[in-house]
Structures are given as C-alpha cells and as structure tokens.
C-alpha cells in the first residue's frame, strides 16, 4: 500500500528547495550505503522520508513508487545509493547551518513492526545531525 504523505491532493508539483542547500549530497555511513544497496536491489529506487509525525531523526525507507509527497515536503537531498531524502517542512527549517548524515542500526524483532522497508532486515535508518564547519567558524569568531 503507498505511503501517502499529507492528504496527497495538489496543484501543483512537490517544491524542491536547491537554493543555498548545504546538504544536496546526503552523506551516509558505510553501514547505511550497503543497506541502501540492497534495499534498491530488493525494491528498486527507494526514498528516505522524514514524516511530520516522526521524532526527527529517524527517516523511513519506501519504494520511490509508493512515496507521494505532499505541498510542505521537501526534497532536501541525495544520498550517494542515490536515494532521495525527503523531509516534512517544518523539519527543513533552519537546516541551511548544519549538515545531516543518514546512518542505520540494527533494531530488535519487536521494533520490526513498520512500514519502513529496511526494518524487514532488522536495521533502522537514523540522522545525524552535525553543525556545519561554517556555522562552528563563526560561532567560534563571535566569542
């Protein structure tokens, strides 16, 4: 069944934030390339969401033909698999300062109860979540 994001009715396509985007090319861990890989395999092209009813750090895995993004989503970059991630607005908020990063960690059989493709394999998507080497430079300048 497709994941839709939002009520999935609009007028006009998703908005695709590019201007002044830090993190266009998503940086992944080793872990989380190799999970993307085989998830693509298994699936074919997969996206990394993060809804407005998550925690914030924990995106889920979904075929890119059962993702339906809504008017406020965001794609806000690439990983190198190439996966899209895309994010609710309210998270992109602010995220011009820092650099995020896509990492995975095994999760126990009880936490495998999701709609996210790679938990069907016992790991869990996670972001971290680092200030950006400009934003550290001027906070330092500031001091």
Do not use: K
């Amino acid at each position: 069944m497709p994941y839709q994001a939002g009520s999935g009715h609009r007028d006009s396509p998703p908005r695709v934030h590019t201007p002044n985007n830090r993190h266009r090319a998503v940086d992944t861990s080793e872990d989380a390339r190799h999970v993307l890989q085989l998830l693509t395999v298994m699936h074919g092209p997969v996206v990394l969401y993060l809804p407005s009813d998550s925690d914030g750090h924990t995106p889920i895995c979904l075929r890119r033909s059962d993702f339906h993004p809504d008017l406020d989503d965001v794609l806000a970059g690439r990983t190198a698999g190439p996966a899209e991630f895309w994010m609710a607005g309210h998270f992109h908020v602010g995220l011009e300062d820092i650099d995020v990063s896509i990492d995975v960690h095994s999760v126990p059989g009880s936490e495998r109860r999701t709609s996210s493709l790679e938990t069907a394999c016992g790991f869990r998507f996670a972001l971290r979540i680092h200030a950006a080497d400009d934003a550290v430079d001027l906070v330092e300048e500031a001091s």
